[in-house]
């Protein structure tokens, strides 16, 4: 087995999974009980893990690669309209105290502010910009 993925949510790991094996792809989900139960634990045990049968190890890659690709093009940004929005850890002092004090204490977790940010301007949201041509 090769791990091709992590995940922090089982929401997006079982997006991943289902797609994968729609695909033919014979792949598994480990850890997706322990992270959903006390997703503090998620750090400590690697997060969610996608792992697949090594021959279809390459296939598999691809597929993550191009459905990355779609997910990026789907949504412009609306200051620049670049397809490069992420999900991304806010770099703030409270981002970096949770930081010190996790490694510190490892049982001591509070979750990072996350934003979406675009990776060519710059521009951040809290919220997933929409795609407003996709309604029109």
Do not use: H
């Amino acid at each position: 087995m090769v791990t091709l993925k992590t995940f922090d949510n089982y929401f997006t790991a079982n997006i991943m999974l289902t797609k994968m094996q729609d695909a033919g792809i014979r792949c598994y989900l480990f850890d997706e009980n322990t992270v959903t139960l006390d997703p503090m634990l998620s750090n400590a045990i690697g997060g969610i893990k996608l792992v697949a049968d090594k021959q279809d190890a390459n296939a598999a890659i691809e597929m993550l690669r191009q459905f990355e690709k779609e997910y990026l093009s789907a949504v412009p940004c609306p200051n620049c309209a670049a397809n490069e929005v992420l999900l991304v850890t806010k770099p703030v002092p409270k981002n970096y105290i949770t930081a010190v004090l996790t490694w510190l204490f490892s049982s001591y977790a509070v979750a990072p502010e996350n934003i979406y940010q675009c990776q060519q301007c710059g521009y951040e949201s809290r919220n997933m910009p929409e795609n407003i041509a996709q309604y029109n």
